[in-house]
């Protein structure tokens, strides 16, 4: 069901990546062993979830303000690749799942890129 209330940020297609890129993490961290709950899994989830989060928080701001948080989500989109070979080699997910998480972050971060790209180009011209 759609919301009543729609705010800007959810229309960018990187933002939705981000968003099913976060639910992906989360549905493979459920199978991780228990001793990796306040650990790695936790981990996971957070930097996945943080690559959204951080394109929403700096959407309403400034042109460098929203650059700032690209950057952050950038960092997060990094860290997922540690968490994913992580996983990997802890034998906690096949070498396919952690190709697939390497794609999916790879498209996120070259969306990013190119978004944060666009609006350098748009402060330069002021």
Do not use: W
Not at 14 to 27: F, P
Not at 61 to 70: E, R
Not at 100 to 126: A, C, F, G, H, P
């Amino acid at each position: 069901m759609k919301s009543n209330y729609h705010f800007k940020f959810e229309d960018l297609q990187v933002y939705q990546k981000a968003m099913d890129y976060g639910e992906t993490i989360n549905e493979q961290v459920k199978g991780f062993p228990n001793h990796e709950l306040y650990a790695l899994s936790s981990q996971f989830r957070r930097a996945s979830d943080s690559i959204a989060l951080n394109i929403s928080e700096g959407y309403p701001g400034s042109d460098k303000q929203f650059v700032k948080h690209i950057n952050y989500a950038i960092y997060s989109a990094n860290e997922c690749v540690s968490c994913s070979t992580k996983s990997k080699r802890r034998g906690y997910i096949t070498f396919e799942v952690d190709e697939e998480n390497r794609r999916l972050v790879s498209e996120l971060t070259k969306m990013l890129s190119s978004l944060r790209k666009t609006i350098v180009k748009r402060i330069n011209k002021n």
